[in-house]
């Protein structure tokens, strides 16, 4: 009884000191709350056992898990028969059947190290060695080492010879071999014509080899025998690329991402094309569904870190190329951006490196060669910034930005009177038009390299230009015009040739070779050159055509635009001209004179006076030495009324360029005083 009691008493303090506190909760609801808690405990612990017993390995499915990843295989959905394979695995874990065909998909999927583990596993379960040596080659070539990839493949039964065909060729490829690795390809399909497979891995060394034309006719002969591989479309887009440009590419790589919606390369290729398009969006959701497909996939991190950068992230661009583990270092892209990277942040010498290398794999890389020359200068290597700018600052089309750092560089070293001449140079009017990329080797030193190389075009090349340099034109034409009849296909070929003609004053027979180039390989150089060609033999139109089309597939290309805004000024259409202007300015911000300069000339044509001057002297500010600007900033002053300030400049701007026909027309129009429409 008394324990009753007391139990009631301390019951009716609780009560008045939960009152006390405001709290009015029913000693029922709490009881329902203990209740309700435990219940919640009970259905965890049950979802946690239903859950366990779900994801515990049941052998009995797994043989409809491997029927249903190889019906996915033959369909060419890779991505979710290497899904099923696992499934199939995980349930059945000494199945070497499923553990094979894991392997494969392993393959398909680049990851040689996993498909190796899994052989393993496989022939520990009974399988067959002998029927894995064509697995094993492939896994081994993807592991970086063709000459086990070889013995491997030697190895692999007949029944697997195709399979073992294509490796062997692309182990011997990966030897640098690219003639034998073709011939491999050719002997094997001369015997077995229908094999698609086959035909789409001679397309990748065509490719390779520079042959374009026969990469288009041996891709186009796979689709017609297998339209349902993700690989051979991606591939075909990737050379549509090339050929027609990014926007008809695109329709490619997303066939093939219907087939295989999980598939990493195309996704990959698909993200580069979007982002080149300047639709980053699109493009970083790619690189997202790409890794969640190849979890760490490098190519997606890069591709991502490209993407901080241009947004001004370095530190998450930074973090985004380590988190590619290296993979990607020594790649051109890569060298490229961390060499920006360093040069942000002020490790010159880092970034010195880098570029450095780049240039060693790229030889005529111009924007690398320039940023090269600046991280020198800032180093204080004038002399090795003069070395690296050279072949590009003695070009007739060399940029007023190459030509300021040779000026700063001769400066450095007391030549002021070379740093004039450049000063002078970066202050003309317009630069002239594309041509051919120079070299400082010795010709003997090319000669030779061409001989110890005969099949090797790279070297023929470097020949050709060396030829050039030294003025002998003739030989130069027979070499290229060999080398067009052995490589027809190959628009380096074609180029090389047009570049020659076009050194002789043979402009019309350039010109033909650049469209052969074209047909192949639309890409910026080919379209510099076509469009230049085209508007100096007198077919504008044509010119104008080249120049839309090209930018219709490429509408994010700096070079393209800016010689579309320079034609649409020459056109009068000021509207057109404001468009691009104002596009460019937006891409590459305020500090780029010659863009200001036309934006103040298109502005006061248009009527606006107003904002013509207040770029024509943002302009000024920028390059007060540069014809066109003081021409275009005196224009938008006469426009404007100010025709004292209009004298100043004009006259200034002659004294640059005295045989500018624009400068003397608007100087004429200042003396004679017409009055403004």
Known sequence: MASTAESALSRRKWVRRRRRLGLRLPWRWLKWAGLTLAVVMLLGGATLLVRHWLDAPRPGRARGELISSLQHYHVGNLSAARAGAAKAVYDKPD??????????????????AAADAELDRAVASGFPQARTHHLRAEAQLLEGDPGRALSEA?????????????????????????????????????????DAAGWATLADLCRQSGDIAGAIAAVDRALALNRHDADTLTLKGELIRGQYGLEAALPWFDAALKIDPGDADTLIAKAATLGDLGRYEDMLDATRRALASRPDEPRAYYLQAVLAARAGDDALARDL???????????????????????????????????RQLIEQQPMNVTARRLLGAALLRLGDAAGALAVLKPIALR???????????????????????AAKFIDGAARTAPGAPVPFG?????????????????????ELGYIRGLVEAGSLASALAHAQALVHASPGAPAAQMILGDVLWTMKRSADAVMAYQRAANLRFDQPVMLRLVAGLDAIGRRPDAQRALALYLSQNPADISARRLAAHWQIAAHDWDAAIDTLEGLR??????????????????????????????????????????????????????AGDRDGARQLLTEAASLAPADPQIAAHLARLAANVRLP
């Open 95 to 112: 199945w070497g059947e499923a553990q094979a065909l894991l392997a494969r998909l392993d393959l398909a999927a680049g990851d040689g």
């Open 586 to 639: 937006a891409t590459l911000g305020n500090n780029d004179a010659a863009i200001l300069g036309e934006l103040a000339l298109a502005y006061a044509e248009d009527g606006d006076s107003v904002t013509a001057r207040a770029y024509g002297a943002a302009a000024y500010r920028l390059a007060p030495m540069n014809s066109a600007v003081a021409d275009a900033f005196g224009w938008a002053l006469f426009k």
């Open 439 to 459: 070299t400082d080797d010795d010709l003997s030193t090319l000669s030779a390299a061409a001989d110890d190389s005969p099949d090797d075009p790279v070297a």
């Open 154 to 194: 030697a190895q692999a039964l007949p029944r697997y010879a195709g399979f073992a065909a294509r490796v062997r060729a692309q182990a011997q490829a990966a030897q640098d071999d690219l003639p034998s690795a073709r011939a491999t390809m050719t002997a094997w399909l001369n015997a077995n014509p229908e």
């Open 321 to 355: 190329m380590h988190r590619t583990g290296g993979a990607l270092d020594d790649t051109p892209g890569a060298l490229l951006l961390n060499g920006v990277l360093a040069y942000r942040a002020s490790a010159d010498q880092q970034a010195a490196d880098d570029w």
């Open 396 to 418: 007739d089309d060399a940029d007023s930005y190459t030509l300021t750092l040779v000026a700063r560089a001769f400066e450095a070293e007391g030549k002021r009177d070379w």
